[in-house]
């Protein structure tokens, strides 16, 4: 009866283990054909007659991002929707840039690991396990840093000068969400209530973060 039992429990972690990360490709290519109206998990694929080189390749990494916002930081991501050849490949860059100052505020992707490696700069960086705990380091030029998939996470330049890094995901779309944005800038608004009772203040300090975060179109 127990090795039926670790027989189970092997066959069930074997059959979950693949489906931890993009489910992989069951042909040579599926480039993504944006414009379809047709909804999968992913995008439907375009007629090989229709690929090009295009459909494989993006320039827009290539110089660095426009870091005068509000948070001195900008995120230019070449995920599937940019490099319509990645669908299904279960990977994607971005590239971001950051001021001195800059925040990448606290952030996950719920599709992906992440790891950044540091093309300019000094940067100081950290996630937040379930347990609680902040695993933080500074990083500098040529070094990378692994942030582990679904974990909160965030990049700051203390530096004096600008920095950057290319940053890597296990998804063709990773996805993601900025803790400060998704809680105080969804549509509709979560309520002030649920907010007031998660952190422990008042209406006006809600109102306060809403209105410093109020939607804007990307
Ligand atoms: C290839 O693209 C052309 C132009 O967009 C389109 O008219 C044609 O239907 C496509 N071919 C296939 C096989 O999808
Ligand atoms: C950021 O700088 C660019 C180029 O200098 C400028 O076109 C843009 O308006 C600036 N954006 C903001 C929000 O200041």
Known sequence: ???????????????LG???AD??????VCVADLTSGVKVNGF????????SAADFSFNGLAKPGLTNNTF????????????????TLGVSLSRIDYAPGGLNPPHT??????????????????????????I???IKKGEIFVFPKGLVHFQK??????AAVISAFNSQLPGTQSIATTLFAATPPVPDHVLTKAFQVGTKEVEKIKSRFAPKKK
């Open 1 to 15: 009866m127990a090795a039926i039992l670790v027989l189970f429990v092997m066959t069930f972690a074997v059959v």
């Open 18 to 20: 693949p489906a931890a």
């Open 23 to 28: 489910p992989d490709l069951l042909q040579d």
């Open 44 to 51: 439907t694929c375009k007629a090989i007659a229709n690929i």
């Open 72 to 87: 001195g930081s900008l995120v230019t991501a070449a995920n599937v929707e940019k490099i319509p050849g990645l669908n």
């Open 109 to 134: 992707h719920p599709r992906a690991t992440e790891m950044v490696f540091v093309l300019e700069g000094e940067l100081d960086v950290g996630f937040i396990t379930t347990a609680n705990v902040l």
């Open 136 to 138: 933080s380091k500074s």
């Open 157 to 162: 330049n203390n530096g004096k000068v600008p």
